[in-house]
C-alpha cells in the first residue's frame, strides 16, 4: 500500500517510511493511497473470530509491504498480550446501550490499543532497516503514560516526554514516572502544558537538530494509530451481527482530537455497514457546531471533567476533510489557509449534505457528565469514567448505539467521586502507584533547557 499526504506535498510513500515519517513532510497528514473494500462474504468470515486473528486479517493490505503476515502475526499477538481482557475490546451489555470497552491495555485507556502496536511497529522497522528513534513528546496526561507503555524497554528506541510539574493528577504523572527502565525519559518541566508543547514544537522545527538526534513524534496523527483502531469497529459488528452483512451498527463516539472517529470513518470507507457515527464532544464543541450547520470556527479551550477532550483544533479532522472535498489536496490547502487566516472555514452545501450523512453530533456539559455518571450507576450498576459518560450522554435515546468506553473509571475517580460518591475500584495497572520509586528531571519550561538535556542524556549512552 501506498500514502499520500491531505496536501499533496509527499510523494507516495510504502508502510514504514509513513509510520517513521508521522506528519507528513508538507504538514499534512498522510492516508492510503487507496482504501481496501471488505466484501459481504468476508464480513461475514470475520465476524466469529478473535480480535488478534481479526486485526492481522485487517491490517494486512496496509501494511504487507513492510511486514510479511508471519511477522504481522508475531506483532500483534505481542500487542494485545498485555491487555487483561482476554477478547482485548470485549462488548458488554448496560441497559439497553452497548458499551466497547477499550480500557484494557496497561495504562487504561483507549490509547493503549493503538500505542502498543505502534511500539512493537517502530521497534521492528528499526530493527530491520537499522537507525535509532529518539521520541519526543507533551501530555496533559493520557497520552504520555500510553506512549511510554508502548516503547519501554524497547530497544533502539529512547523516549523523552514532558509534562507541567504538579498539573496532571497524581495518578497520571506515577503512571509516568515509576516506569524505570533506562530508555524512559520523564521531564517535568516549571510551566503550563502549552509550554510544553510548544518547546516540543520549537524542538521539531529545529531541523539540524532533528536530524542529528532522529527525534520522532508519536502523536495522534501517526496512520499506525488510525490503522489499530479501525479493528475494534468491525470487532463489534462482528459480536452483534452475527454475520449478517445485512446487519447495521451505530457508533458513539468521545471525541478529542477526531482521531478515533476517524478510525471509524475509515472502516465505514472499507464498508463495514455502519450508519452512523456520533461526534460526542464535551464543551469544546467546535465539530458539534459544524455539524449543526455552523462555520469550523476555533474557540478557547475549556477546562472540563473529560480532559482528553480539552481540544478546539482537531488534527485528526484533517483526514476527513480530505475526503469531503474529494480527495483533492488543493482544496484542502485552501481550506487549511482560511482557517489559518481568518480563524474560520466554510465548505458547500453539498459538503454539508455529505457530512450530515456521515455523523451526527452533541456537545455535553460537565453537569450532564456527572449526571449521567450516577444515572447508568444508579440504575446499571456500572461505573463509568468521564469520556464515556459523554458519549453515553450523546447517545441517550439512542438505544441501539455502540458507546466506545475510552477510559477506566478509577483513572478519573475524582470525577466518578463527585457524582456518586464512592470511587472505581482500582484496577491492577494502577494499584500501588503512590508507593513505587520514581524517576523525573525537573527542568525550566524553556527549549534551551530541554535541548540540553537531551544532548546531555544522549551523549551519555
Ligand atoms: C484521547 C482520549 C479521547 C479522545 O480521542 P481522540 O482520538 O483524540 O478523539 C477520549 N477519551 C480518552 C479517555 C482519551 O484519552
Known amino acids: 500500500m501506498r500514502y499520500l499526504s491531505t496536501r499533496g506535498g509527499v510523494e507516495p510513500v510504502g508502510f514504514a517510511t509513513a509510520v517513521m515519517m508521522g506528519l507528513g513532510t508538507d504538514g499534512g497528514l498522510l492516508l492510503p493511497e487507496t482504501v481496501p473494500r471488505v466484501g459481504p462474504d468476508t464480513l461475514r468470515d470475520w465476524s466469529g473470530i478473535s480480535f488478534r486473528d481479526l486485526a492481522v486479517e485487517l491490517m494486512t493490505p496496509f501494511v504487507a509491504d513492510a511486514i510479511p503476515r508471519t511477522d504481522l502475526v508475531e506483532l500483534i499477538g505481542r500487542s494485545y498480550a498485555i491487555f487483561s481482557h482476554q477478547e482485548v475490546t470485549p462488548l458488554v451489555q448496560v441497559g439497553e446501550q452497548r458499551v466497547l470497552e477499550l480500557f484494557h491495555g496497561p495504562t487504561a485507556a483507549f490509547k493503549d490499543v493503538a500505542l502498543q502496536f505502534l511500539g512493537n511497529v517502530f521497534e521492528y522497522l528499526l530493527a530491520r532497516h537499522g537507525g535509532r528513534l529518539n521520541i519526543l513528546g507533551a501530555t496533559s496526561g493520557d497520552t504520555g503514560s500510553a506512549a511510554i507503555a508502548g516503547v519501554r524497554g524497547k530497544e533502539r528506541i529512547r523516549i523523552f516526554i514532558l509534562h507541567p510539574a504538579g498539573r496532571v493528577s497524581p495518578v497520571q504523572e506515577r503512571q509516568m514516572t515509576t516506569v524505570l527502565d533506562a530508555n524512559v525519559h520523564n521531564i517535568a518541566i516549571r510551566g503550563t502544558f502549552d509550554d510544553g508543547q510548544r518547546i516540543v514544537k520549537d524542538l521539531f522545527n529545529d531541523l539540524d537538530f532533528k536530524q542529528q538526534y532522529h527525534l520522532g513524534a508519536i502523536n495522534s496523527i501517526n ?3 488510525i490503522l489499530a483502531q479501525i479493528v475494534y469497529y468491525f470487532y463489534a459488528w462482528g459480536r452483534m451481527s452475527r454475520g449478517d452483512p445485512g446487519f447495521r ?3 458513539a463516539v468521545p471525541t478529542g482530537n477526531f482521531g478515533d472517529i476517524f478510525a471509524g470513518y475509515m472502516a ?4 463495514l455497514p455502519i450508519d452512523r ?27 472540563t471533567l473529560s480532559p482528553a477532550m480539552d481540544i ?3 488534527s485528526n479532522f484533517e483526514r476527513y476533510l480530505y475526503f469531503l472535498v474529494g480527495q483533492d489536496p488543493e482544496t484542502v490547502r485552501a481550506l487549511l489557509s482560511d ?3 481568518t480563524g474560520r472555514m466554510e465548505v458547500t452545501a453539498e459538503q454539508r449534505a455529505a457530512l450530515a450523512e456521515d455523523f451526527d453530533a452533541a456537545a455535553v456539559s460537565d453537569a450532564q457528565t456527572l449526571d449521567q455518571i450516577r444515572e447508568t450507576y444508579q440504575r446499571h450498576g456500572y461505573l463509568l469514567d468521564p469520556h464515556t459518560a459523554v ?8 438505544a441501539d448505539m455502540v458507546c466506545l468506553a475510552t477510559a477506566h473509571p478509577a483513572k478519573f475517580n475524582d470525577a466518578v467521586h463527585r457524582a456518586i460518591g464512592i470511587q472505581a475500584p482500582l484496577p491492577t495497572c494502577l494499584r500501588g502507584l503512590l508507593e513505587k520509586e520514581t524517576r523525573c528531571t525537573l527542568l525550566d519550561a524553556t527549549e534551551e533547557a530541554v535541548r540540553d538535556h537531551i544532548r546531555a542524556t544522549l551523549a551519555a549512552r
Do not use: E, S
Not at 464543541?285 to 475549556?302: E, K, M, Q, S
Not at 458519549?391 to 439512542?398: E, I, L
Open 277 to 303: 457515527l456520533l461526534i460526542a464532544t464535551n464543551r469544546n464543541d467546535i465539530l458539534t457546531r459544524f455539524v449543526a450547520g455552523g462555520p469550523y470556527a476555533a474557540g478557547t479551550v475549556h477546562p
Open 268 to 271: 465505514k470507507r472499507m464498508g
Open 312 to 314: 478546539q483544533i482537531a
Open 391 to 398: 458519549g453515553v450522554r450523546a447517545a441517550r435515546h439512542r
Open 249 to 251: 451498527i451505530d457508533f
Open 339 to 341: 482557517l489559518d487566516r
Open 223 to 225: 496512520w499506525a494509530r
